[in-house]
């Protein structure tokens, strides 16, 4: 808890000329790696697998980085890969580094490795078919089996007028804020920012809220309300509602 709540202080210290900044914990966020960009998402996966990124890029027939030994590495942003990324994958490496290819095939070691969400049945029948029939050693690596995932917190906020229709000597009206969130690891803490600019991002007013309930009084105008829900793996959803207050209530848009 200390590391995300040191992390929201400096967001709420940050303004539009501070440095942008991310604190990596022991978990990463699935959706965020599944929808990164494919290049920075190949490079940060073969780093964290021990290899060296191709920094090419473009033409580089499918291999995304080697081994310190030299071995290919090919890296897809997918699930299910099948058996065409493996028939594709044998034919590049061939190509990569045929004199190792052949060591390696003789040596009963690894050629190369492939490195996806998770594998069908094609890609994996395939596979122990080149090893057993041709003595070709592929080896299959899941991104969970490199860098430690989860997913974030599913979160929805609730808003409702306190007092119906009551309002105090400066006209405000007090709502209550109900945050609702889910978590396989469970939601150690929410964080509240009641006047949210998208301009300067969230800048938390209730750093720790155990319960996820606040009651806040607004006046006339349009308010944007944020809350963060934070799981115990230290993942972390925002929802975003915006108020207006004319006469009578409305909750415009809801945004994550």
Not at 60 to 86: E, F, H, P, W, Y
Not at 98 to 118: C, D, H, M, P
């Amino acid at each position: 808890m200390a590391i995300k709540v040191s992390e929201l202080r400096l967001e709420r210290n940050k303004n539009l000329f501070s440095e942008p900044f991310i604190v990596q914990l022991h978990k990463y966020d699935f959706d965020f790696l599944r929808n990164s960009d494919a290049f920075q998402f190949e490079s940060f996966i073969v780093e964290q697998f021990g290899g060296i990124p191709n920094v090419k890029q473009r033409g580089d027939s499918g291999i995304d980085g080697k081994t310190r030994d030299g071995l290919a590495i090919q890296v897809k942003r997918s699930d299910n890969i099948g058996r065409n990324v493996v028939d594709n994958f044998l034919s590049a490496i061939n190509r990569f580094d045929k004199k190792l290819f052949e060591t390696q095939k003789t040596n009963k070691s690894e050629v190369g490795y492939i490195i996806a969400f998770s594998f069908g049945k094609g890609a994996i029948g395939e596979v122990a078919r080149l090893k057993h029939e041709e003595n070709i050693n592929i080896k299959l690596v899941r991104v969970d089996e490199i860098v430690p995932m989860a997913t974030k917190p599913k979160l929805n906020l609730i808003i409702s007028e306190k007092n119906i229709g009551e309002i105090d000597s400066k006209g405000n009206r007090e709502f209550i804020l109900k945050a609702k969130a889910e978590s396989e690891s469970g939601i150690e803490f929410f964080a509240w920012n009641f006047n949210y600019d998208e301009n300067l991002g969230f800048q938390a007013e209730i750093m720790i809220d155990k319960t996820g309930e606040q009651n806040y009084k607004f006046g006339i105008g349009e308010h944007k309300i944020a809350v963060k829900a934070i799981d115990n793996d230290g993942l972390e959803s925002i929802e975003i509602v915006k108020l207006k207050i004319n006469g009578k209530i409305e909750i415009i848009s809801t945004s994550k």
